[in-house]
């Protein structure tokens, strides 16, 4: 008969880890190690990712004992990639912002959207108009385009999917800041797609 | 509330979406997109950005970051000293 093994839960390997079991330590960067450092490609670069990732493990481990419980571990670990992809590009010089307010949508005078349905349409479909590998060297390159806080959320909520009360405590703000600027990232990225696609047809 | 325009619907979007809107302003709203073909293009793109980006930016981490990471980790702390 085949016994079916039920893997630890995160909270109990960092409990283990906590008192000094190396191995449980082990275990969590092997669960988390690709999910940190897709989320440091999201928040840095591919060149920074790996710096932040190294950073994030390390941090575990010295805080490992400070770990309460209060909230999920992977929330905590999140929130402490997030602060050390934060610090890691603060140190690095400030890039120039380039305006993404260009893709911004546009309205008439009576506030009605100045494009037709079809071109507003379009950027849902992305994806599938675009080849794949343009689109993701095309993607990296807006969202590091984008002003940091926006960049921040966008990452956090859309992409990473995290719920906006835990972005926002991540990021020291109110929930309705976070949701703030992720509409404007969206709104940004939604006409910046619209153009690519546009532009490619 | 006064009615919707597609502009004053489109800032409202977001709060739409996660739920904090009141019942009334999301009843305004969903009866301004029913009947405004560019609102509906409009928010089925909105919608889709995030997934689509979330999908083109989708990555794995590399052997070798793996690697070195290990070997970061086994240099500083007590872990991975096996291997």
């Given at each position: 008969?085949?016994?079916?093994?039920?893997e630890?839960?995160?909270?109990?390997?960092?409990?283990?880890?906590?008192?000094?079991?190396?191995?449980a330590?082990?275990?969590?960067?092997?669960?988390?190690?690709?999910?940190?450092?897709?989320?440091?490609?999201?928040?840095?670069?591919?060149?920074d990712?790996?710096?932040?990732?190294?950073?994030?493990?390390?941090q575990?481990?010295?805080?490992?004992?400070?770990?309460?419980?209060?909230?999920?571990?992977?929330?905590?670990?999140?929130?402490?990639?997030?602060?050390?992809?934060?610090?890691?590009?603060?140190?690095?010089?400030?890039?120039?912002?380039?305006?993404?307010?260009?893709?911004?949508?546009?309205?008439?005078?009576?506030?009605?959207?100045?494009?037709?349905?079809?071109?507003?349409?379009?950027?849902?479909?992305?994806?599938?108009?675009?080849?794949?590998?343009?689109?993701?060297?095309?993607?990296?390159?807006?969202?590091?385009?984008?002003?940091d806080?926006?960049?921040?959320?966008?990452?956090?909520?859309?992409?990473?999917?995290?719920?906006?009360?835990?972005?926002?405590?991540?990021?020291?703000?109110?929930?309705?800041?976070?949701?703030?600027?992720?509409h404007?990232?969206?709104?940004?990225?939604r006409?910046?797609l619209?153009?690519?696609?546009?532009?490619?047809? | 509330?006064?009615a919707?325009?597609?502009?004053?619907?489109?800032?409202?979007?977001?709060?739409?979406?996660?739920?904090?809107?009141?019942?009334?302003?999301?009843?305004?709203?969903?009866?301004?997109?029913?009947?405004?073909?560019?609102?509906?293009?409009?928010?089925?793109?909105?919608?889709?950005?995030?997934?689509?980006?979330?999908?083109?930016?989708?990555?794995?981490?590399?052997?070798?970051?793996?690697?070195?990471?290990?070997?970061?980790?086994?240099?500083?702390?007590?872990?991975?000293?096996?291997?």
């Open positions: 008969m085949i016994v079916p093994t039920v630890p839960s995160d909270e109990a390997l960092a409990a283990r880890a906590a008192a000094g079991d190396d191995s330590f082990e275990t969590l960067v092997s669960r988390y190690q690709g999910r940190i450092y897709r989320l440091a490609c999201r928040l840095t670069s591919d060149t990712a790996p710096d932040v990732l190294q950073e994030t493990f390390l575990l481990y010295r805080h490992l004992s400070s770990f309460r419980g209060e909230s999920r571990f992977r929330t905590w670990l999140y929130r402490i990639a997030s602060n050390a992809a934060l610090m890691h590009r603060r140190a690095k010089a400030r890039r120039p912002d380039a305006s993404l307010e260009d893709f911004l949508p546009r309205f008439d005078e009576h506030g009605m959207h100045a494009a037709t349905p079809a071109e507003l349409q379009v950027a849902a479909r992305a994806d599938e108009l675009l080849d794949r590998k343009v689109l993701a060297e095309k993607a990296r390159e807006v969202i590091a385009r984008l002003p806080v926006y960049r921040d959320a966008f990452v956090l909520r859309d992409l990473e999917e995290i719920p906006t009360a835990d972005v926002a405590r991540t990021l020291g703000v109110e929930p309705a800041t976070v949701r703030q600027r992720v404007r990232a969206r709104l940004m990225l006409g910046y619209s153009e690519l696609v546009e532009v490619k047809s | 509330m006064t919707v325009t597609c502009m004053s619907g489109v800032e409202l979007l977001m709060d739409y979406l996660e739920g904090v809107l009141s019942s009334d302003v999301r009843a305004t709203i969903e009866q301004h997109v029913a009947g405004c073909p560019r609102c509906t293009a409009f928010v089925a793109s909105y919608c889709e950005t995030p997934r689509i980006l979330r999908r083109a930016t989708e990555t794995t981490i590399p052997a070798d970051i793996e690697t070195s990471l290990k070997a970061f980790l086994r240099a500083r702390t007590s872990a991975f000293k096996q291997n």
